[in-house]
Structures are given as C-alpha cells and as structure tokens.
C-alpha cells in the first residue's frame, strides 16, 4: 500500500516545484526517506543490507519510510541545472556493413567508455 502514498507525495513536489523531473523527485524522495532496518518475517535478526554501510535500500522497506513534508519542502527549494554535451565521437574497430551495421561474433568484446555525463530538461518558452 506504499504506492498509493508515494504517488500523492509525487504529486505535491510537482505542486510545489513543477521543473522538477522524475529522476528529481525520485532522488528527494530517497533522500528524505526515514531508513528502516530490515527483518525478515517478523525474526529480529538484522538483514546482510544492514551490515553494508551507507545503504539506503532493503528488499523488505525498499528505501524507508516517506517523508511527505521534507520531501516536498526539499522539492521547493530544489533547483539542480543539468547539462549535456552533444559532442559525442563513436569509433569502429570491427567491419562495418553497407548499411551501417556492425556485425560482432563469438569472441568480439565491445567496449563503451562514457565520461561525465550530465543532463538537463529544455525549457524554450
């Protein structure tokens, strides 16, 4: 029954801040989230998540409680600015077909380095 609930709160941070975005509202809402130590069936015995330092999720709570009031105060004062550069270079090493295409069999390794990576919703009004 958490969802119902998650989704009420979604929709005041949009009320309260209407640029923000659902990678937005998903940060918040995590940040702001009361964390709940895990047990299994009711045992009191402290999940193997708890023992990870910094962990902020669990199979059975997920991220936490929700803190509706934080989580909306944070989405009115939040203004992250995200950029994207465009400037993107591929380089081919395997044939490449007539119709662009690649074809990579048994043994073909692909590697893909992504650096810095930022972006940002446009706003042309």
């Known amino acids: 029954m958490a969802t119902p609930g998650a989704a009420g709160v979604g929709a005041l941070m949009l009320q309260a801040n209407p640029n923000l975005s659902p990678f937005d509202i998903r940060n918040i809402m995590q940040e702001t989230a009361t964390y ?3 047990h299994y069936m009711g045992a009191n015995e402290p999940c193997a998540e708890d023992l990870i330092p910094k962990n902020r999720q669990n199979n059975v709570y997920g991220h936490g409680h929700v803190n509706s009031l934080e989580a909306v105060l944070e989405a009115a004062e939040y ?3 995200y950029t994207f550069n465009s400037n993107l270079t591929l380089m081919v090493t395997e044939t490449m077909l007539t119709n662009g295409n690649v074809v990579m069999g048994p043994g073909s ?3 893909i380095e992504i650096r810095k ?5 446009m706003d042309e009004q």
């Open 36 to 38: 709940r130590q895990c």
């Open 79 to 81: 203004n992250q600015q």
């Open 109 to 111: 390794v692909m590697e």
């Open 117 to 121: 990576v930022s972006i940002r919703p």
